[in-house]
Structure formats: structure tokens, C-alpha cells
């Protein structure tokens, strides 16, 4: 079984930044494609990035991108999300996920994913 556990989410102000990590468990994580999803209060679980096994390729969605940074250590069996300029609007639970699969761009289904976080909460204050 492979878990995966989030941390850095927390409580800052519009314009700010967090860094959300991304722990696993296993070592074959370095084979899997990884991403980023996030849940706001009443809404669907929605796509933010996504990262190749190697870290050469990356996905992101428009409401992030140009603030948001997906990255990748595999050594460490760690990924990242760098959230710059955040808005009220991204407050959300982060969600970190694990696809055994490799990474196709342009398709962010939760379900393309077969191991999940169990999530950061993210707020951002106006």
C-alpha cells in the first residue's frame, strides 16, 4: 500500500505564499506521475498540476498557472506545490495524489489516480 501524506498548508494573506510537500511511502514513487488537486467547501475536487515520474514535464491549470510550482524529488520520495500570490479564492484542501501510470497532459480526472492524501487545509485571507 502507498500513503501519502501532505503538510505546509496553514493560514496566510492574499498576495502570500506556502509550499505544500508531499511525503510517500514508497520508493517506487519515483516511477509514478504526480499530482496536485484541491476541494474548496461545496465544490467538486478540481485539478491544480501535475508532474512526470522524471520532472521534465509539468501540467497546471489556468487558475494557477504563472503562481503555482509542481516539483519533484525522488531521492527524497517527496513532491512539492509552490503556491505564490495566492488569492481567497484558492482556499481549498490540497490533496496530493500518485498515478502508477505515466503522466498525459490535458487529462486532470481524480480518477486517472490510484493513491491519495488525505489533504492539507489552505486558507487565504482577504
Known amino acids: 500500500q502507498v500513503q501519502l501524506v501532505e503538510s505546509g498548508g496553514g493560514l496566510v494573506q492574499a498576495g502570500g505564499s506556502l509550499r505544500l510537500s508531499c511525503a510517500v511511502s514508497?520508493?517506487?514513487?519515483?516511477?509514478?506521475?504526480m499530482g496536485w488537486f484541491r476541494q474548496a467547501p461545496g465544490k467538486e475536487r478540481e485539478f491544480v498540476a501535475a508532474?512526470?515520474?522524471?520532472?521534465?514535464?509539468?501540467d497546471y491549470a489556468d487558475s494557477v498557472k504563472g503562481r503555482f510550482t509542481i516539483s519533484r524529488e525522488n531521492a527524497k520520495n517527496t513532491g512539492y506545490l509552490q503556491m505564490n500570490s495566492l488569492k481567497p479564492e484558492d482556499t481549498a484542501i490540497y490533496y496530493c495524489?500518485?498515478?502508477?501510470?505515466?503522466?498525459?497532459?490535458?487529462?486532470?480526472?481524480?480518477?486517472?489516480?490510484?493513491?491519495w492524501g488525505q489533504g492539507t487545509q489552505v486558507t487565504v485571507s482577504s
Open positions: 495524489a500518485a498515478d502508477r501510470g505515466p503522466l498525459r497532459v490535458g487529462v486532470r480526472g481524480p480518477s486517472e489516480y490510484d493513491y
Open positions: 514508497r520508493r517506487t514513487f519515483s516511477t509514478y506521475a
Open positions: 508532474i512526470s515520474w522524471s520532472g521534465i514535464t509539468t
